[in-house]
């Protein structure tokens, strides 16, 4: 998460997007121990340990529900992943769109294929603090209706699990800047 895309940590571009979107609170959940990501987060973004973060990532979606069950103004959370450093703002403003059309449950997709952010509606949070392992959102999709949202256009949803992604990742911000 701290490694660096166009000099700057890539948990960071997630969470610049998201403050950029608009959208309130901004929190980020981390795992225990991971003080080095508090340290580059924006002034103003909330921080949420998940202590047990390392058995997957319905943990961290388990934190982060608990943790705005009591904002009574936040109907809705959309998560987003600190490993997909090129997912815009606009991503997430749709998916908002799409809430307020009446949608509890939406993910983006980019040329027809699901990937993050997720939104889920409040009504969903007691569903999502159900999940166990390695499934997130993405347990829930086969029990209740969601809304596809295309966001297309608004980013990539591309992850960075290895150094290769990155520096392919790298490599293409270069060239892009060259074009500029």
Known sequence: MLAELGGVPIVRRAVDAAIASGLRPVVTVVGPGVGAIERVLPAGVDVVTAPAA?????????????????????????????????????????LVSAHRDGAEFAVATYRGKRHNPVLIGRSLWPE???????????????RFPVVEVDCGGTGRPDDVDTLADLARLQRELDQHEMEQ
């Open 54 to 94: 390392r058995l997957g990532i319905a943990h961290s979606l388990r934190a982060l529900v608990r943790a705005l069950e009591g904002w009574r103004q936040v109907g809705a959370v959309c998560v987003g992943l600190a490993d997909q450093p090129q997912v815009g703002p606009d991503a997430y403003r749709r």
């Open 128 to 142: 999502a603090l159900k999940l166990r392992g390695d499934t997130g959102a993405r347990g829930l999709m086969d």
